[in-house]
């Protein structure tokens, strides 16, 4: 017993001792803090360049294949921190004396990083932006009233790059005033921050370093992995249906209706990013949807829908593939969004009236480190007049610029659109920071329905589309940088820096998109449901909008009931698992995630949950490792992935095709 109590007064110790090392080595840091101008330096930039052009490659793939993107801000901090801490090990062997990377360093790369990917994530080329093309219109119905041919832009880098210029520089200015309020006020939580946050800082301290050591390195073998498997797959893609993707894990009828193991370790990689509910309510949708109802309607034939109708039409069984999609999307997004607002107004009321009864001058209870963080945050701050005098200048630009590229969407639209948008992307902000849900595509779906039915059969559709596109891009990136904020109060991160890094991220982003994007539509067939970069989301985008100017006569035969039944499945899916006890409400699947495979198909779900499997299994076999090692290893896959999507896409530019078509048949 002697021995027992004296073992763990040593481990206290030991604890402790740690932890006065920790609060010695910070408040060492703290003295020695750059000043913002010098927190951004040129190896950063060059280093957040080649992060955002990866992730922009990355993203784009996922956003062109399955519209489903997680979230990669952790991943992008260790992938700064592999970079700069190559880069100065490689100068100190060569005998080159390169100034400390620290932590406010590594924020600044993360930040301009995610702010260029950024841009290829919500930019609108996997969904309203290309809704907008002539493919998406004639999958659409060329038949369909509110579907006018003359509402098609054939995607082009130039009006493009424009568009994301005058559109999204607008949303980094228009919380800026509110930030202290949201940051140390409200105290919002903001965990995707907060995660990045806590990684960066565990990465400069001594006992980090052994960590991030351990990451690095396996970061880097599931990297060389990843990316030497993608360019021995690519020997054998040499036709349409070729190659490793399209193996028939489960039998030839399997795949025929999309169940398959595809081999791409970016979705492996994305499903052990992905929490498991994610990956098995994807499950779920896809065996509800091409395992039990596409048969099933694909049967009625003739009966539902005419018999000579392609399989593509609208009127046929791609109608319901795309309806009750949307009804699933629209029933989980409203739900979530009165959710939210709800939250809002509760937590607000909270805020005041603990307020009224608690004295402010409560420091006390304050710890140094927060005293510290604040003092830096106040100190640092952006005058005001910067940020309205932005705000108005850019919005002003806008307003000229988006009605002569978009005659159908009126200029008086636009105004009213930017009046509203400081208080939609304070709702917003206001949610992500307590639920870590970023909404803006829901404010963006309120905003096409509202101006497709505003402007008619012959403007509906592509205001609908842009105005969509303004209302997300502005309320998206304010949110985002809110986020941003967080990990800078809780790094010790200079604000002004912080928001100088995110406007460089996004002025890269929208250069970079534009062209990545463009490389993706010149060398695959963007947009066809048959091909592997179905573009899911352009389709469905399109046909809000025609619902919008046509209402319900746009659906095919008893689609409306189905509509109407997976509508209200979300919503009560959503109330289950928020009203029952959290033992029951953890298994109820999400209805936003099920919606996915109803277009694209089961493969990439059963990919995802390959991913989960794998994490699964780590963390009972070894849970500190797994904990550990989790987010590097599915980073290697999903970089050494991407890749090679790079030099793939180049090939297939210059129509240079893989030598080897393997293929299966069955046998006669």
Known sequence: MENMNTEEMNEIGRVEREDLEDMNNEAEELKRISPWMKQITIRGLIASLL??????????????????VPNLNVSAALLAFVFVRSWTKLLQRAGFVSTPFTRQENTIIQTCAVACYSIAVGGGFGSYLLGLNRKTYEQAGVD???NTPGGIKEPGIGWMTCFLFVSCFVGLLALVPLRKIMIIDYKLAYPSGTATAVLINGFHTPKGDKTAKKQVHGFLKFFSLSFLWAFFQWFYAGGEKCGFSQFPTFGLKAWKNSFYFDFSMTYIGAGMICSHLVNL?????????????????????GEWFPATLPESSMKSLNGYKVFISIALILGDGLYNFLKILFFIARNIHTTVKNKS?????????????????????????????????????????????IPLMFPELKWYYVVVAYILAPSLSFCNAYG???????????????????????????????????GCGLIKSIVSISSDLMHDFKTGHLTFTSPRSMLLSQAIGTAIGCVVAPLTFSLFYKAFDVGNPDSEYKAPYALIYRNMAILGVQGFSALPQHCLQLCYGFFSFAVA???????????????????????????????????????SLVVFAWHKLNGKKAGLMVPAVASGLICGDGLWLLPSSILALFKVRPPICMNFLATT
């Open 144 to 146: 369909s009233e509110g």
């Open 573 to 611: 899916a959503n109330l289950l698992r928020d009203l029952s006890p959290k033992n029951v409400g953890k298994w109820v699947p999400l209805p936003m995630a099920m919606a996915v495979p109803f277009l694209v198909g089961a493969y990439f779900a059963i990919d995802m949950c390959v991913g």
């Open 281 to 301: 309510s994807l499950l779920l949708g896809a065996v509800l949807s091409w395992g039990v109802m596409w048969p099933l309607i694909g049967g009625l034939k």
């Open 357 to 401: 009864i608690k004295p402010f001058s409560d420091n006390q209870k304050h710890n140094r480190d927060d005293l510290q963080r604040n003092e830096l945050f106040i100190r640092e701050s952006i005058p005001i007049w910067v940020a309205c005098a932005g705000y108005t200048v850019f919005s002003i630009i806008s307003i000229i610029v």
């Open 51 to 68: 992060i955002g052009i990866i992730y922009s490659v990355i993203v784009m793939k996922l956003n062109l294949t399955t519209g489903l």
């Open 432 to 466: 992500a920071g307590l639920t870590d849900m970023n909404m803006a595509y829901n404010y963006g779906k309120v905003a096409l329905f509202v101006l497709a039915a505003l402007s008619g059969k012959e403007n509906g559709v592509v205001a609908g589309l842009v």
